[in-house]
């Protein structure tokens, strides 16, 4: 074979790219083609581990030579693809998305996207799909293989040259970052999937196949076994594995399958051939341009019509095809003359310049670009609470409307986004609302929580006594996402609550819902003792954003519903309505229910005269909270003179 092109290795990344992209195109017996990006990895690996250590061996290795050539391959399409991404988005996307998209672009160029991507939506989750540039992940874990492997390497080198001791360092070290990453896959999926740490020993794997390269030279009948082998592997991972806790163990199927073949160095059918060859070749072009093909088929809710679906398929391997021609050969070529340290400088200094275009649009979304419907609709200034900077914080306590305090609002983000309907509906002789709350808290004494960084909120609770002290006899109204915080009334043992009684156990289960029951009732009921109470039944909560959402389709001038099934809201709030029927039987308490106003028999509405009545999935928007106006006003006519 020839020593300079392995025909094997190019159709492995042939294997790979058509994997990851069948598997995003959601084609039937693809399910688990996102191990593509794991053969990805090992193929990197083996080919960083040969540049550097045949560097080494002959003298000859330059950092900035490798770091230059590096750039070549992977800058230049990638940031025509961020600049195309930018333009389509100029013209598509809401102001929240395309300050979104303008932190891809600046943490993809960066190569830091994957931990971006970490503090977001996992890439399973629904929400991954409209991240345009979410695949850049895999290319900025290379890179930062790409930073660490050379010292690495050095280090190695000096300490041994032997190809047998550099196999058992790398394999030592790669078994390391495995165990964290399998530790990860149970406990942090995100952080095991996204993290470099936990997907290094998976580009470790194809170093210590280029060791064993140099060790062993299998006879021509056991490398095509191996071969065989390999591929096998690949396809059984396929069939085999779920997204549930990868990579983990079970990505050693495809990483190892991937190594065999790597060390068989023979050939077949299955990797030559001029199919395997084209697409081998324009496997990163590919790669780069089909998640945002994918992306826009989501966005423009077509990603389930056969047809198009096909038509993604066609229009990413054109866009690879243009991309190696256009993109990939003629700057190589054109580098190819250029010294090492001019190509480092030239590719830092655009890539910068891109960068800092990225941050700029992800500091204002350049509302001006948008029609003045549409900036409206996704304005958050004007969907918000305007005081919930000021007020909504665990040690603030704000007043609204004027006179002595008439009413106690005791709650959280929920309560803070209702609390200028409130103020509307209040009559002069009534006076001020004191609110009190935080985001995420349970306002009220007696709980611990599971995060140490919510220490503010335990503490507010605490102080609810004393508060209500200083107000003897004034009404308190109690407003808060409790759903979320019992998880739906759903007992997971395996996961942790939030919140859980003090004392108490901090996993969902029966005695966690019993002592939350307990806890409730004899808290509120000892508010009621001193104080009338009004409890405000849960809000409807969307599946999306509904501002954002309601954005788009104005963007692209399409009807779309966005209503909740009324069941839904039913089953998701079953859990706390029957609690607060049981405070309202044991107690001196009322209920107040938005779901009145927001829901008929069937479904829970989203907009309401055009306009958004949510700012994003579960809170009310200043438009929204204006439709309980008569609400409040009712309620307020029945409060204690």
Request: aromatic share 12%; hydrophobic share 45%; net charge negative.
């Amino acid at each position: 074979m020839n020593s300079t092109f392995r025909t094997d290795i190019n159709g492995l990344r042939a294997w790979a790219v058509l994997l990851v992209v069948l598997f995003h195109f959601q084609i039937p017996g693809f399910d688990a083609g996102f191990l593509g990006v794991d053969v990805f990895f090992v193929i990197s690996g083996y080919l960083m581990a040969s540049i550097l250590f045949s560097g080494l061996s002959a003298g000859t290795l330059s950092l900035r030579g490798f770091y230059a050539a590096r750039m070549k391959r992977i800058y230049p399409a990638l940031m025509v693809l961020c600049v195309a991404c930018l333009i389509a988005g100029w013209f598509l996307l809401t102001l929240r998305d395309y300050m979104e998209l303008g932190a891809h672009v600046r943490e993809s160029l960066l190569f830091s996207s994957n931990y971006r991507y970490l503090s977001e939506a996992g890439y399973f989750d629904v929400a991954a799909e409209e991240k345009w540039l979410l695949h850049t992940w895999s290319l900025s874990v290379e890179w930062q293989f790409y930073l660490l492997y050379p010292l690495l390497t050095l280090g190695l080198y000096r300490l041994t040259q032997r190809h047998g001791a550099l196999l058992a360092w790398t394999l030592a070290i790669a078994l390391v970052s495995l165990l964290w990453n399998s530790y990860c896959s149970i406990y942090q999926p995100d952080t095991a999937f996204y993290g470099f740490p936990g997907r290094a020993w998976e580009l470790l794997l194809g170093s210590a196949a280029y060791h064993l390269t140099r060790l062993w030279h299998p006879a021509r009948n056991a490398g095509f076994g191996l071969h065989i082998a390999g591929l096998a592997l690949i396809v059984l991972a396929a069939c085999v594995v779920t997204p549930s806790a990868w990579p983990g163990l079970w990505a050693l199927l495809p990483t190892v399958g991937a190594g065999m073949l790597i060390l068989g160095n023979s050939e077949s059918s299955l990797t030559r051939g001029k199919f395997w060859r084209w697409c081998g070749e324009r496997s990163y072009s590919i790669y780069l341009w089909h998640w945002p093909v994918v992306a826009l088929l989501h966005y423009f809710m077509i990603a389930d019509d056969p047809v198009w679906i096909l038509s993604g398929i066609v229009a990413s391997f054109v866009l690879g095809e243009l991309s190696y021609r256009l993109i990939e050969q003629p700057t190589r070529r054109h580098l190819a003359h250029v010294s090492a340290g001019k190509t480092l400088l030239m590719m830092l200094i655009i890539a910068i310049i891109l960068a800092m275009v990225g941050q700029a649009v992800r500091r204002t979304g350049i509302p001006e670009r948008l029609p003045d419907e549409v900036a409206m609709l996704v304005d958050r200034d004007l969907l918000s609470n305007p005081r919930r900077d000021e007020c909504l914080q665990a040690p603030s306590q704000c007043v609204y409307g004027e006179g002595p305090v008439g009413l106690i609002l005791i709650g959280d983000s929920h309560a803070d986004a209702v609390v200028t309907a409130i103020e509307s509906a209040l009559a002069p002789e009534i006076g001020g609302i004191l609110f009190k709350g935080d985001s995420g808290c349970i306002s009220l004494p007696g709980l611990d929580h599971t995060d140490p960084r919510k220490q503010e909120c335990l503490q507010m609770g605490d102080s609810i006594p004393d508060l209500l002290l200083q107000y003897p006899g004034v009404p308190v109204l109690l407003i808060a996402r409790l759903s979320e915080h019992a998880n739906g009334g759903q007992i997971q043992p395996d996961q942790t609550a939030s919140f859980y009684v003090r004392g108490g156990t901090s996993r969902y289960s029966a005695d966690w819902f019993s002592q939350f029951s307990d806890w409730y009732l004899r808290t509120v009921c000892e508010v009621a003792s001193a104080h009338p109470v009004w409890l405000m039944r849960p809000t409807p909560e969307m599946t999306v954003d509904v501002a954002n959402q309601l954005g788009r389709h104005r963007m692209i001038n399409r009807q779309y519903d966005l209503s909740l099934p009324r069941i839904e809201h039913d089953k998701r709030h079953r859990y706390i309505r029957a609690l607060q029927d049981e405070v309202v039987a044991q107690c001196d308490v009322r209920i107040i229910d938005p779901t009145e106003i927001l829901c008929d028999e069937e479904r829970c509405i989203a907009e309401h005269n055009g306009l958004p009545i949510y700012r994003d999935d579960d809170h009310l928007s200043e438009y929204g909270n204006r439709l309980l106006i008569p609400l409040f006003r009712t309620m307020l006519d029945q409060w204690p003179r």
